[in-house]
């Protein structure tokens, strides 16, 4: 979809011709497996690399497009938030030394970014959640400002009629509405693509849906989002949300997200499981130009079935089929992974690659129609049980649970070997990058050194300052390049090599306790003994923020037991001085002299969202 323009589908005349191209496209993929013009052999690797851009107090940076300018080179892409670029590497032959090659080019051509992004005074970061995203980075103005993305947003947006409910659990709990698809924005990924033979195509897809929960297990590493920790891999929960095209509804009907594992094996052929997509999911968007496939074949030449690609860009399954057309013309089949997150190193990327690559290779016959030795549902399961609890995770495997753990270093990692060997690639490569996945396995992934420092860095520092210097670390240790699993679990009081520009963010508290303006001052008075708390913020029925009570105010009213059993709205500071969360230090002290006042709620719009008091400063 990021190589065409296009456009949205408004009348039925419109929507009727891009239907057409679409079926025709299907026909003309039928079309050449039949006649075996699908190329086979030899088998190609490819890999897209999303990463976050931030400024220098490690927050995103919305700069995409003019480090892109910089950059100056086609392999790389927007993505739709403005502080996020993409790098698609050329395919290269599945032999010998390709995964190493491939890690010189990937970390050759990171380089380049680098150094652009240097120039506009910019990091880049490879995480699949970038920890110090907040919810003012997924409004609209943060969307790069490229016609394709609005239009999708728009298409999605009309489909649902409804804003987007958020709601994720884990540790803590994430519960918010949103307006548009920028929460998709958050979600940072290493997308690994594999060629496939077409006359074993469905078997391998049904193999790549079976292994997908313990690979994840392994290479999860997306475990905050918007200060809050949740799954060992959120993104998995947060790309789904995100771009539901369904409406909120009671009705027990059998819709499917458009990001989904699935509800069953694939059957068939690939033209198949682009069917079964057409069947489900409308079309959303067209792009201009597109010609028919059948009669390309019949002039012979070779079709690049854009209405089904473009279609195909709009349906997210975590395995997705693709079609594709290489540089000399040859058309193949490919599986593309995309719930691997982005990060936490270039090396751990690659051999994040390679295991799903060996794995993928190395099936053994035992698992040959593995859609009749295993239900789907436990596949599915094992899928959501690593995103939620990575390395903790428990799968069913051969009729019996298995730790994460052991199932991958007495099973995988060895089919994972004699597949690669078996492909002729070379045992150097093999024993360096599978060792990396062999001692994370041991140790920690990614996910667990995030939860870990976090947790550390919490016992002496505000969420949002602590995300700032996880991410500054993160960005140290990238540098270096050695492996997730020798990183050192940060202490709660690390040194930080860089001057944040402290705001009341920083040393705000987000853990307050409100009353209702209908509620006793009596509960008023136990609540501040009871939890040595000064303010009280003082909340009505919409939420709003309407009042304050401070310890002063309590303390006049124990003097006189009759206005003990007022209501707080009685009794209430009704005259607020408020702060917002991006305001200075230095002016929530100016304005706490002012006033001579020692608390500030935090607000926006009416919403409180923290206070901040003397005691903070």
């Given at each position: 979809m990021g190589e065409l323009k296009v456009i949205k589908l408004n009348s039925k005349k419109d929507k009727a011709k891009y239907i057409h191209h679409l079926l025709r496209d299907i026909e003309a993929l039928e079309i050449m497996i039949q006649d075996n013009q699908i190329e086979k052999n030899p088998i190609r690797?490819?890999?897209?690399?999303?990463?976050?851009?931030?400024?220098?107090?490690?927050?995103?940076?919305?700069n995409a497009l003019d480090v892109l300018e910089e950059i100056s080179d086609n392999h790389f892409t927007t993505e739709i938030g403005s502080y996020n670029l993409e790098l698609n590497l050329d395919p290269i032959e599945l032999k010998g030394n390709c995964f190493s090659d491939l890690h010189k080019e990937l970390k050759s051509k990171l380089g380049l970014a680098k150094k652009a992004a240097e120039k506009h005074n910019t990091k880049?970061?490879?995480?699949?959640?970038?920890?110090?995203?907040?919810?003012?980075?997924?409004?609209?103005?943060?969307?790069?400002?490229?016609?394709?993305?609005?239009?999708?947003?728009?298409?999605?947006?009309?489909?649902?009629?409804?804003?987007?409910?958020?709601?994720?659990k884990g540790v803590d709990e994430l519960n918010l509405k949103h307006s548009s698809v920028m929460l998709e924005g958050c979600n940072t990924s290493f997308q690994m693509h594999l060629q496939i033979n077409p006359d074993s195509f469905v078997d391998s897809y049904n193999w790549a849906q079976a292994i997908s929960g313990p690979i994840l297990s392994a290479c999860a590493n997306s475990p905050l989002l918007f200060g809050k920790e949740l799954w060992k891999e959120t993104r998995i929960a947060l790309f789904t949300q995100s771009v539901d095209t369904r409406a909120n509804s009671f009705m027990l009907n059998e819709k499917q997200s458009r990001v989904s594992f699935g509800n069953n094996w694939a059957t068939g052929s690939i033209t198949d499981i682009f069917k079964d997509n057409i069947s489900r999911?409308?079309?959303?968007?067209?792009?201009?130009?597109?010609?028919?496939?059948?009669?390309?074949?019949?002039?012979?030449?070779?079709?690049?079935?854009?209405?089904?690609?473009?279609?195909?860009?709009?349906?997210?399954?975590?395995?997705?089929?693709?079609?594709?057309?290489?540089?000399?013309?040859?058309?193949?089949?490919?599986i593309e992974n995309r719930y691997i997150p982005s990060g936490p190193t270039i090396k751990d990327e690659i051999a994040n690659l390679m295991f799903w690559v060996g794995v993928m290779l190395g099936k053994p016959k035992k698992y040959d129609n593995i859609h009749e030795k295993m239900n789907f549902k436990d596949v599915k399961s094992n899928f959501f049980n690593a995103a939620r609890y990575g390395m903790a995770a428990q799968f069913y495997w051969n009729g019996k649970y298995q730790p994460s753990k052991d199932l991958i270093l007495d099973e995988f990692l060895p089919l994972a070997y004699r597949g690669l060997y078996d492909a002729g690639i070379s045992p150097n490569d093999v024993e360096y990058y599978l060792t990396i996945i062999e001692n994370r396995v041991k140790t920690s992934n990614g996910s667990q050194w995030i939860i870990d420092s976090y947790r550390n860095l919490l016992k002496r520092k505000k969420p949002f300052e602590a995300a700032q210097t996880l991410v500054s670390k993160m960005y140290s240790k990238q540098e270096?390049?050695?492996?997730?699993?020798?990183?050192?679990?940060?202490?709660?009081?690390?040194?930080?090599?860089?001057?944040?520009?402290?705001?009341?963010?920083?040393?705000?508290?987000?853990?307050?306790?409100?009353?209702?303006?209908?509620?006793?001052?009596e509960l008023v008075i136990n609540i501040m003994k009871w939890k040595n708390i000064h303010h009280m913020p003082v909340i009505n029925?919409?939420?709003?923020?309407?009042?304050l009570i401070s310890w002063t105010d309590v303390e006049k009213i124990l003097d006189d037991p009759n206005r003990v059993n007022y209501s707080v709205d009685e009794v209430m500071k009704k005259e607020l001085h408020t702060i917002t969360q991006y305001k200075s230090l230095e002016e929530a002290k100016n304005k706490m002299k002012q006033h001579n006042i020692h608390c500030l709620p935090v607000v926006y719009k009416k919403q409180l969202l923290g206070i901040i008091t003397s005691r903070d400063l």
């Open positions: 690797i490819g890999v897209e690399q999303e990463f976050c851009l931030v400024n220098s107090e490690y927050n995103p940076n919305k880049i970061i490879l995480t699949g959640i970038l920890p110090t995203l907040a919810l003012k980075y997924v409004k609209l103005k943060y969307m790069t400002p490229i016609q394709r993305y609005s239009v999708i947003n728009d298409a999605i947006k009309e489909s649902r009629k409804q804003d987007f409910d958020i709601h994720i999911f409308r079309s959303l968007v067209s792009s201009e130009y597109i010609l028919d496939s059948v009669e390309m074949l019949n002039r012979r030449e070779t079709p690049k079935l854009k209405a089904l690609n473009l279609h195909n860009g709009t349906v997210y399954p975590w395995n997705r089929p693709c079609y594709g057309v290489s540089d000399e013309g040859k058309p193949h089949l490919r270096s390049d050695f492996p997730v699993s020798s990183w050192q679990i940060l202490d709660n009081n690390p040194t930080i090599s860089f001057d944040a520009n402290l705001k009341v963010k920083h040393k705000m508290t987000t853990n307050i306790f409100s009353v209702d303006e209908n509620d006793s001052v029925s919409n939420k709003d923020l309407i009042g």
